[in-house]
């Protein structure tokens, strides 16, 4: 059974900068798409960054500019960067593998950014 293990949540100060990587433990092939998540308290999970195998990415407007998303294909491993984080940043991130119709997910590592 493949799992998606993350690393590098914590928490920081207005303005700092975090760096979150994935990887899985175990082999997936033909991954379509990597990922991040997040869920801050008592909202819903929501689109973070996303890479295509093809190496185009898509980012949700609230961090647009100020976040990255990459990967290393030989790895299997995605990483985020987020610079310039604010408190509304704050919330649990999730890593996600694409592989045709099946997700495989992270166990969520938080990140708090205090004021």
């Known amino acids: 059974q493949v799992r998606l293990v993350e690393s590098g949540g914590g928490l920081v100060q207005a303005g700092g900068s975090l760096s979150l990587s994935c990887a899985p433990v175990?082999?997936?092939?033909?991954?379509?798409?990597m990922g991040w998540y997040r869920q801050a308290p008592g909202k819903q999970r929501e689109l973070v960054a996303t890479i295509t195998s093809g190496s185009s990415t898509n980012y949700a407007d609230s961090v647009k500019g100020r976040f990255t998303i990459s990967r290393d294909n030989a790895k299997n491993t995605v990483i985020l960067q987020m610079n310039s984080l604010k408190p509304e940043d704050t919330a649990v991130y999730y890593c996600n593998f694409k592989r045709g119709l099946m997700n495989y997910w992270g166990q969520g590592t938080q990140v708090t950014v205090s004021s």
């Open positions: 175990g082999t997936i092939f033909s991954i379509t798409a």
